[in-house]
């Protein structure tokens, strides 16, 4: 049985002092929080064991899970980072005992996206035993984001402000599916950034060296409506575009439509 592990552990500093309160997986769309919708897409999609790595005000997020469980029939399990203050990197570290005890492939995912079945559907039905979510439609102009630049149909890189030659670039979703043979490669990663100064590195430095030595294929999801929540533009985003989308059923899990 495949497990999913969502790291939500940070603030959500950007988005502003209406946000400050809560954590980022706890908006709501649609009347249903980020960490529903997640429950939701991981029901469809027949993923059963979910870990959410949580931080800030955690306890909210703990006391969210309760109706959930039952609600979709879904296991969840919370950690703790007590360090979330410190790099993302932290998050991978307190998870790996749980990644390694799971049933691979795992599913990583950031907790701070909203998206339709459709997208996570891609992702768990890859033919890839490791593979990445990339969107070839992205602007760097209000935004930074994690690029990956494909060449010869493998990912070659993972890194914001990428300049170099490839077949074309895409933004990272944050989606990944991890087979057992990088999990090893993983761990290592992981575990030489627990340490001094390197604690404060994210686990995209993590991801990004997964990439480098060539252990991932990707699954291109250009035209499928989502967005990650970083900034209050993002909230209004969701709100007026893609959540309307989501509810349309276009993109459901069976819907086939090539973008």
Do not use: C
Not at 61 to 90: C, H, K, W
Not at 188 to 197: A, F, L, M, S, Y
Not at 211 to 230: M, N, S
């Amino acid at each position: 049985m495949t497990s999913a592990f969502i790291y939500a552990a940070g603030r959500a500093l950007r988005l502003g002092a209406a946000f400050a309160e809560r954590p980022k997986i706890l908006i709501q769309f649609g009347g249903k929080t980020l960490l529903e919708w997640h429950v939701q897409r991981l029901s469809e999609t027949g993923v059963r064991r979910l870990v959410v790595v949580t931080g800030y005000k955690h306890e909210l997020v703990g006391a969210a899970m309760v109706a959930l469980r039952q609600r979709y029939g879904v296991e969840i399990q919370e950690i703790v980072n007590p360090d979330f203050t410190e790099g993302s990197v932290l998050s991978f570290a307190v998870s790996l005992p749980e990644v390694l005890k799971a049933e691979p492939p795992v599913l990583l995912l950031d907790g701070d996206v909203l998206y339709p079945g459709e997208m996570l559907r891609r992702l768990v039905q890859s033919k890839h035993p490791s593979a990445l979510l990339l969107d070839r439609n992205y602007s760097t102009d209000d935004d930074d984001p994690v690029l990956v630049p494909v060449r010869q149909g493998r990912p070659i890189d993972f890194m914001k402000k990428w300049k170099g030659t490839s077949d074309f670039v895409g933004e990272s979703v944050g989606f990944f599916k991890v087979s057992a043979a990088e999990l090893p490669l993983l761990v290592g990663e992981t575990q030489k950034r627990t340490t001094g100064q390197l604690r404060r590195e994210s686990y995209d430095d993590v991801l990004r060296a997964l990439v480098l030595a060539g252990r991932f294929g990707h699954e291109d999801i250009t035209g499928i409506p989502w967005t990650e929540i970083d900034f209050p533009e993002d909230v209004q985003f969701a709100e007026k575009e893609v959540l309307p989308a989501i509810q349309s059923g276009r993109w459901s899990i069976g819907e086939r439509e090539n973008p």
